[in-house]
């Protein structure tokens, strides 16, 4: 670190002597003024304004030592000048502390809010913008927009279609399973949270294999396997579920009907998606459930409640605004499996849509977004009631 | 022998009559029926959590028990969970397929270097929107949380049409950019969990640290991220792998345009189109044979095996993080 240690020259010395000694004696006059009003208002016995004088008498005299010292220093040729940085650091250090927190706290955000500007709000309005635009690719490269107001979101409903359904089959179709996944991942992802929050013999290795899934990339290989060569996997995924298949075939033989056994069936096979999708869910109400104070349960034990009162009546109120965060993060979580993604990739007529009508591209993503706010909007407004909070 | 069995009789009879007695008092009989169910709860978690084990590991199993099994057994159906023969031919063919090291390195370039740029910026923003409110800073957080609500898809076009004119799709420093700017994969969530976390701490600790005459920045440097060891490991391992993980941000920003970085993950969806090629450039065509390659079964096999390679360090890497990962999020405290 080099440090630039330049000793003032004699004259620009004097010059600043003189300066600070005026500074000084209009300081000082100020000085009297609010001493003499002092006076007066305690003599009054109008306290509250004394006090107040007071105060900024207080801070006038620390400023006139402040400029005394100053004056000293410079007459016993003591000054360095400073550059930049050690004087904003002086400021810096000089400010109340609350003023130095905000300060921080604006230079902490600024990187995110830069990707944010950059990376965001502008591609988000430009989205917007060409929604509402028919766009033709150009030869040379780039795009001719033609203003269409919202005729990209009327086509979007009447004439798109993938492998011949319409948007608004896909739409709802993926709305519906949303709707139906939404309500099992986070009943589940509780009941397993509050599972695995119990100290049983080794839970260590049970949670550490209920978090595979969060690791366990299951989308991609799904992707890959939903490829030509899908199928074929997929039968021999099957053949593991030989087990389940003679599982049905007992309980039909026992007489169970058939109505019970396909639902049984159907739940198994969905249980596997449903624990790949609720990782990070399981995760939160874990964390949830240990900020959750010791001393409700010893109370509510102490007055007699049993496990299952302390569930209802301790340990899903406390968990309850986790459910809210949850929600929403199924719903974002669900973006990106979603169908409506391969309308986004490939068109009707087999072109891909993201070069050849990004108008209609931004139309059905802008759709999309809409309806999953809508979604959280409504969860929020049926559980705004239910939630509490522990303060 | 009559005279045993006569006592044991006797016994049980004594037995049954203590427990008929001992059931009179309340106290005792609230004791047993708490046993009774305790045992039962007991019994019923064991079954639960093994069978839920089970559905989880399963698909790991059958893709190990797939992988190791030989090329020449791929139709035999007599084989369906032990090889009949040991091979790890799948792994060769697997990883010649996937250029395995190449894109190991870039995966790690990619994650390590995502990971790091996410955990400064996310925890900076978090912190600043869990203590250090200025005016406006609510508006600010709304406008995080926003972030992690729009879906990608609504602004990877414009956004890649404006870095294709700044010239930077397919270079790396793109992810790292957007990683480091805060704008990464679910950075607004990691955001959020970070404001939970410091929100948690208590404020005597950065009070105290005033006194001692420290600033906001050490405040934070030397106070608050020690104590965030649980978010920031939790945060850590997420952003890791949701990178290594990720195929949509990768593919779109880098690997599209710039086949020298591609990753593991992009490079696995896209394993069967450069199979032959593969095949015949490691010279292991011939040891194969010609039909074998044009037997579906064969190529979904390879796959499979180059899926478990795919994810193979991450669960290396996650075997060895799993307790304080574990311990983290027990710690950690992100409620809502």
């Not at chain 1, 002597?17 to 009003?37: G, P, Q, R, S, Y």
């Not at chain 1, 990004?358 to 929020?380: D, E, R, T």
């Not at chain 2, 992810?175 to 701490?201: D, P, T, V, W």
Request: charged share 15%; with cysteine; aromatic share 12%.
């Amino acid at each position: 670190m080099m440090k630039e240690k330049k000793m003032m020259s004699q004259s620009m010395v004097e010059q600043s002597i003189i300066k600070l000694n005026k500074k000084k004696l209009v300081l000082e006059k100020k000085f009297d003024v609010l001493t003499d009003d002092y006076i007066k208002y305690s003599q009054k016995e109008k306290y509250r304004t004394s006090v107040r004088i007071n105060k900024r008498r207080g801070r006038l005299k620390s400023k006139i030592q402040h400029v005394k010292n100053d004056i000293t220093r410079l007459e016993n040729n003591e000054v360095i000048q400073l550059n930049v940085w050690q004087k904003i650091s002086q400021i810096f250090k000089r400010m109340p502390y609350n003023k130095q927190k905000q300060i921080y706290g604006v230079l902490f955000v600024v990187p995110w809010f830069l990707g944010f500007i950059l990376f965001f709000a502008s591609p988000m309005f430009t989205t917007i913008w060409w929604s509402l635009n028919s766009m033709a690719p150009k030869p040379g490269g780039g795009f001719t927009y033609i203003y269409q107001g919202l005729s990209n979101y009327v086509d979007l409903f009447t004439k798109e279609t993938l492998s011949g359904a319409t948007v608004l089959e896909v739409l709802t179709s993926s709305i519906i399973d949303i709707v139906i996944d939404l309500p099992t991942i986070i009943i589940f992802s509780v009941f397993i949270a509050v599972l695995l929050n119990t100290k049983f013999k080794g839970h260590q290795l049970v949670k550490a294999i209920f978090f595979i899934p969060v690791v366990y990339n299951m989308t991609v290989i799904n992707n890959t396997l939903s490829g030509t060569f899908g199928q074929l996997f997929g039968a021999e995924l099957d053949t593991g579920f030989q087990l389940s298949q003679s599982f049905s075939s007992f309980l039909m033989q026992i007489g169970i009907g058939g109505g019970l056994i396909e639902f049984l069936m159907s739940a198994v096979d969905r249980i596997f998606l449903i624990i790949n999708k609720s990782g990070i869910q399981i995760i939160m109400f874990i964390a949830a459930l240990q900020s959750i104070p010791d001393h409700l349960y010893e109370s509510a034990k102490v007055e007699g409640a049993t496990r299952y009162e302390m569930f209802w009546k301790v340990t899903i109120p406390m968990v309850s605004p986790m459910i809210l965060t949850c929600l929403v993060y199924t719903i974002v979580d669900s973006f990106g499996s979603s169908d409506i993604m391969h309308f986004l990739t490939v068109n009707s007529q087999g072109t891909t849509m993201a070069t050849n009508q990004p108008g209609m591209y931004s139309a059905i993503s802008i759709v999309y977004f809409l309806i999953n706010m809508m979604i959280i909007l409504l969860g929020f407004m049926l559980l705004r009631k239910k939630v509490f909070y522990y303060d | 022998m009559i005279k045993t069995i006569k006592n044991n009789f006797l016994k049980l009879n004594n037995y049954i009559r203590n427990f008929q007695e001992d059931m009179k008092s309340p106290t005792k009989k609230m004791v047993f029926r708490n046993r009774v169910v305790n045992l039962i709860s007991n019994i019923l978690k064991y079954v639960l959590v093994i069978g839920l084990c089970f559905v989880i590991l399963y698909p790991l199993i059958l893709q190990l028990a797939i992988a190791f099994r030989s090329p020449t057994d791929v139709n035999n159906p007599s084989i369906l969970w032990i090889p009949g023969e040991f091979s790890l031919k799948n792994f060769e063919v697997a990883m010649i397929a996937l250029n395995y090291f190449k894109s190991l390195k870039n995966t790690l370039i990619l994650s390590l270097g995502v990971t790091a740029l996410q955990l400064i910026s996310t925890s900076l923003a978090g912190y600043s929107f869990a203590r250090l409110k200025f005016r406006g800073s609510q508006v600010l957080f709304g406008l995080a949380l926003f972030t992690i609500v729009v879906p990608q898809t609504v602004i990877s076009l414009p956004l890649l049409r404006s870095l294709t004119e700044m010239k930077l799709v397919g270079k790396p420093i793109t992810l790292f950019m957007m990683a480091g700017l805060g704008m990464g994969i679910k950075s607004g969530i990691f955001i959020y969990m970070f404001r939970q976390f410091y929100r948690g701490i208590p404020v005597e600790l950065e009070e105290a640290a005033n006194i001692d005459g420290a600033n906001p920045f050490t405040v934070f440097y030397r106070i608050m991220l020690p104590n965030a060891k649980g978010a920031i490991i939790t945060v850590a391992l997420l952003a890791f792998v949701w990178q290594w993980n990720d195929y949509y941000f990768t593919t779109l920003f880098v690997t599209r345009s710039n086949l020298d970085y591609m990753t593991l993950t992009t490079q696995q969806v896209s394993v069967l189109y450069g199979l032959q090629q593969a095949l015949t450039d490691a010279g292991v065509w011939g040891l194969m044979g010609q039909d074998i390659t044009k037997n579906p079964l064969f190529s979904s096999m390879i796959l499979n095996t180059s899926g478990i390679l795919v994810m193979m360090p991450l669960l290396v890497l996650y075997f060895f993080v799993q307790k304080m990962f574990v311990q983290g999020i027990e710690r950690s405290g992100i409620v809502g």
